[in-house]
């Protein structure tokens, strides 16, 4: 039997129940009220690298990337026009690239990145005239390498072939083919030294139209948050990757 005394505590433990119970049944009701609208999207990926000291945060070099990205994603809609858009993306990105290598040999090459990207953002959608809706967004976005690397083929002063040579900028290791002997041994100092992480966080933010709730057009741009060097450049020295993207989906 409940004393007099103990009262208090039992209403108290009741109406906390409660709440806790009509909290619960609220986040479900949220959760099953949420409506999802599949998609596919692809479009113009550009990337680009800046590096600058950490003491001062003067800019050192800076250098882009032209590509472009796919896949799959999800709009979740929850109430108001706001929603979360979410998916999974595969990026390539190359840009040109040569060396000099002090007049014994040319080197020309590509530099190439293919990533995994997975979007987190926060969607506000609101309508401008029928069919026709203008959209928001903003959140970060999460980047897997799958490979980052620079290959160059080299040549004599007489346009003959001398090889080629590859550098990853993920494990650091050099490949070489068909390497003629006088380049192979002096080809190394011409390379990249430094070494990138593999995972990158961008913190995103963008516009968009919708069209009769199946044709989509957007425009967004990531500024990185990682420090990507990975080796003694790390302590010295940070790298950022930006993104900036351009693309047309549809929705299901």
Not at 1 to 21: D, H, Q, R
Not at 85 to 102: F, M, P, Q, R, V
Not at 103 to 125: A, C, N, Q, W, Y
Not at 140 to 145: E, H, R, T, V
Request: net charge negative.
């Amino acid at each position: 039997m409940i004393t007099f005394a103990e009262l208090p505590k039992c209403v108290s433990v009741y109406m906390n129940g409660k709440i806790l119970s009509s909290m619960a049944a609220l986040i479900f009701a949220a959760t099953v009220s949420a409506s999802a609208q599949p998609g596919i999207e692809a479009g113009y990926l550009n990337t680009q690298y800046r590096n600058r000291y950490i003491a001062s945060d003067e800019l050192l070099s800076k250098s882009s990337m032209n590509g472009f990205f796919v896949g799959a994603s999800d709009d979740i809609k929850f109430f108001a026009g706001l929603g979360l858009h979410t998916g999974l993306y595969y990026n390539y990105s190359k840009d040109a690239t040569n060396t000099d290598a002090g007049g014994l040999f040319s080197m020309s090459g590509t530099r190439e990145d293919h990533e995994l990207s997975i979007p987190v953002h926060l969607k506000f959608s609101f309508d401008v005239v029928p069919e026709v809706k203008i959209f928001v967004y903003g959140g970060p976005s999460l980047y897997f390498g799958l490979v980052s690397d620079v290959k160059y083929s080299l040549k004599d002063a007489s346009g003959n072939s001398m090889g080629y040579v590859s550098y990853n900028y993920y494990s650091g290791k050099v490949r070489t083919g068909n390497m003629d002997e006088s380049a192979e041994s002096s080809v190394g100092q011409y390379l990249p030294s430094e070494r990138h992480d593999w995972f990158n966080v961008t913190m995103d933010a963008g516009i968009g139209v919708q069209f009769i709730d199946l044709f989509e057009i957007r425009f967004g741009y990531g500024w990185g948050l990682v420090n990507l060097y990975k080796n003694d450049y790390e302590s010295e020295l940070y790298c950022r990757k930006n993104v900036l993207q351009l693309s047309a989906g549809f929705r299901f």
